[in-house]
């Protein structure tokens, strides 16, 4: 066993090294964006080294009865290193200076709310995702295309309820169980049965409660992306999955069951609904025309099996309000969801996407060039 536990720790020691050198060659050309997130990457990966060399010290005591501590100090550092290289030294390693644009995005979004202005932030390549674990800073994915443009900024607002709901989960899971238990009393039926019909029936209605403890965690998130980024985050989320085909339309039933995301047909139904209750009708009615054009053109259906009717709807909305009231994300200012014009150096991130919202609905044919300069200006590197 001690044979076995050196030769992982003699493994973790040249993977450490070579983590500590990699960071260290990137210090001098470091984003100031970056720093934080790096300060903190530099004091974890002192910590595991110094864990791992008391391994090493510990086995070369000859002492038995202590292996089982270094087997669980050990298995804990490989997990942790793990986590490393998955998330945690690619947005260090990747950077570039076209990165300034999410990164000063994502700390002011951080700064923004108490409870996250402690959290360092960064980003990595991959499909617009997050990696939040509150022992950790919060790790953003964004495709490569997306990350000089303007319009798919606002979903990281969706992004950022995820670590706000982190925050708060206790709570967060309590709302959402009194929301199953609302769920499961409208499916159940007025007259029992007990047969082999009945069962089935029983078994499926389990699986619809199961599956909206995902669901409702998704459709807070799209609440908070709306909540902090007003009409610039409805029209991101449209335009980013409406052109990806069926299945962000309609799913058959056996896909619905368990399924972490709802359809996202749904997804913009609730989107809408709650836009129009927050005073954007004119939004809500381009989202659901856009959405029902296309499945219109595709002859597809809106059905969700009974994974969703109507009926759940107030208890839903509900559901989501209590959970904005327990995470109390920054608020969309009136000014910053309106047409009027602001010295760009000063607009907030929510203004400035807001207004490239605007700017590329006004004309498509000049929005590139416009998107170009306005972000230069915004940087400051113009």
């Not at 536990?5 to 973790?12: I, K, P, S, V």
């Not at 389990?206 to 709306?226: K, M, N, P, R």
Request: hydrophobic residues 40%; proline residues 4%.
């Amino acid at each position: 066993m001690r044979d076995l536990l050196r030769q992982n720790n003699e493994d973790l020691f040249r993977d450490i090294e070579q983590i500590r050198e990699t960071l260290k060659q990137t210090e001098l050309t470091l984003l100031p964006e970056l720093r934080a997130f790096y300060e903190w990457l530099i004091v974890r990966c002192e910590e595991i080294y110094l864990s791992i060399l008391q391994n090493l010290d510990n086995l070369s005591l000859g002492q038995d009865h202590i292996l089982p501590n270094i087997l669980g100090d050990t298995q804990v550092i490989t997990r942790y290193l793990r986590l490393f290289n998955r998330y945690l030294i690619s947005p260090v390693i990747r950077s570039r200076d076209s990165d300034r644009l999410s990164l000063k995005f994502l700390n002011w979004l951080h700064a923004a709310h108490p409870q996250t202005q402690h959290i360092p932030a960064a980003f990595s390549d991959g499909s617009f995702a997050s990696w939040s674990d509150l022992r950790f800073p919060t790790i953003y994915f964004m495709p490569p295309s997306a990350q000089r443009r303007l319009l798919y900024l606002a979903l990281f607002f969706h992004e950022f309820g995820h670590l706000l709901y982190a925050c708060h989960q206790q709570e967060m899971d309590a709302l959402v169980e009194s929301l199953q238990k609302t769920i499961s009393e409208h499916l159940e039926p007025i007259a029992q049965r007990d047969d082999a019909h009945a069962k089935k029936e029983q078994e499926r209605r389990s699986v619809i409660v199961e599956t909206w403890f995902e669901w409702t965690h998704e459709i807070f998130c799209d609440a908070v992306g709306l909540v902090i980024g007003g009409p610039a985050f409805a029209h991101s989320f449209s335009l980013y999955f409406r052109m990806l085909g069926r299945r962000e339309y309609h799913l058959r039933p056996e896909y619905l069951a368990g399924r972490e995301h709802p359809v996202t047909w749904l997804r913009i139904r609730l989107i809408a609904d709650r836009a129009r209750r927050m005073g954007f009708s004119d939004v809500a009615a381009s989202l659901e025309s856009s959405w029902f054009t296309i499945a219109k053109q595709m002859s597809v259906t809106e059905d969700y099996y009974g994974f969703y009717v109507p009926e759940f709807l107030p208890a839903i909305q509900q559901t989501v309000d209590d959970m904005l009231e327990e995470a109390s994300p920054r608020h969309f200012e009136d000014h910053e969801v309106d047409t009027s014009e602001q010295d760009i150096r000063l607009m907030s991130p929510v203004k400035l996407v807001n207004q490239a919202w605007h700017q590329f609905y006004r004309d498509t044919a000049v929005y590139s060039g416009w998107e170009r300069n306005v972000i230069n200006i915004w940087l400051g590197t113009n």
